[in-house]
């Protein structure tokens, strides 16, 4: 009896354990692809998201960055000397790929970094910097969206002047233009549309969309601007004619152009956080004088908004000047407007 009872344990133990591998093996062979595939679908959609994008209107000025940035190493023309500022402002941030920008944002301030760089940090208020201060110039493109509100609350709040390159919108959106310049920020033009096949169709088109926006704030704030910011930069290449036709219209109207040596790739990819956004800024901006920042007021970068106060005192607390652009604002181009033939 007690043999059986042996020899039958020992069966079951043996059934208890086949028992259990093909349990665990079909768990395994099981969970295991459906994880997989629930984990690639995720990588897929995201994917997918950022390749539409990436192929619609707004993302081609990040597309563009790379490129220009290629386009400028590779630029023959490097010769005059607006255009020698550009170069190196623009290749300055391409050679950012140093770590320590990681500590800057870890905490709200910044004042107990703890490696020793922050000999600036402390000057809230003077400017005994053996160094000349460096400048960051923050721009919004793309407004005025359901945002433009708040991020211009943001900016009055810190006393902070940006600049925004706007386009045309309708009645709904004329108090951010006419808040834009009455509380002392930089109004720019980015086109009325924004469409690269209607703007960049011919120059006529072109000059039409600038003259439409332009005539828009006049009407709405009673001045005129004479900045603008290509759609994609001037270094895009979704323009069918080449770029200098464009530059040859802006020249010719006394508008000057500007483009980006630092961004925060709030257009690039949804699910960047406010912090990695500002620490984006921060590898860009460390390596120029002047930095033209790009960023964008649209219904699509909330996070760009919830991310402005942690950037400004960011920025404040490492020593960077801010300011909106103005005539002393270096021409930052990807494409120098000298590069049109008088
Ligand atoms: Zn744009």
Redesign the pocket.
């Known amino acids: 009896m007690a043999k059986m009872t042996r020899a039958q344990l020992a069966q079951r133990r043996r059934i208890e354990l086949y028992k259990k591998i093909i349990i665990y093996g079909f768990l395994v062979l099981t969970i295991l692809p459906i994880f997989t595939s629930m984990f690639l679908f995720y990588k897929v959609n995201q994917l997918e998201e950022r390749l539409e994008y990436a192929l619609s209107e707004?993302g081609g000025?990040y597309l563009t960055l790379r490129q220009s940035r290629e386009a400028l190493r590779n630029n023959p023309n490097a010769n005059s000397e607006r255009f020698a500022t550009s170069v190196k402002s623009v290749l300055g941030a391409t050679n950012t790929k140093g770590g320590k920008a990681d500590n800057t944002v870890d905490g709200e301030q910044t004042t107990q970094d703890a490696d020793g760089k922050e000999q600036s940090s402390t000057n809230a208020g003077n400017e005994t910097d053996s160094k000349e201060t460096k400048r960051v110039y923050l721009t919004f493109?793309?407004g005025p969206s359901i945002y433009t509100g708040q991020i211009l609350d943001v900016l009055a709040a810190n006393n902070v002047k940006a600049t925004f390159f706007v386009i045309g919108r309708d009645e709904e959106y004329y108090d951010y233009y006419k808040r834009i310049v009455d509380e002392g920020h930089t109004l720019g033009m980015?086109s009325y549309s924004?469409v690269y096949q209607d703007l960049y169709a011919s120059v006529e088109s072109f000059g039409d969309e600038i003259e439409k926006l332009n005539d828009l704030l006049y009407k709405v704030t009673g001045t005129k601007s004479s900045i603008f910011r290509f759609?994609g930069g001037s270094s895009n290449n979704v323009a069918p004619l080449p770029i200098q036709d464009y530059i040859a219209y802006l020249n010719e109207h006394n508008i000057n152009y500007y483009d980006w040596n630092a961004l925060n790739g709030d257009a690039v990819t949804s699910g960047l956080s406010p912090e990695q956004l500002v620490n984006n800024i921060m590898n860009d901006v460390e390596n120029n004088q002047d930095s033209i920042v790009l960023m964008h007021d649209l219904q699509t970068t909330h996070t760009t908004v919830e991310s402005l106060q942690l950037l400004i005192d960011t920025l404040k607390s490492e020593g960077y000047e801010i300011l909106p652009i103005d005539a002393d604002t270096p021409l930052i181009q990807h494409v120098s407007c000298n590069s049109v033939e008088e």
């Open positions: 707004d000025d493109d793309d980015h924004h759609p």
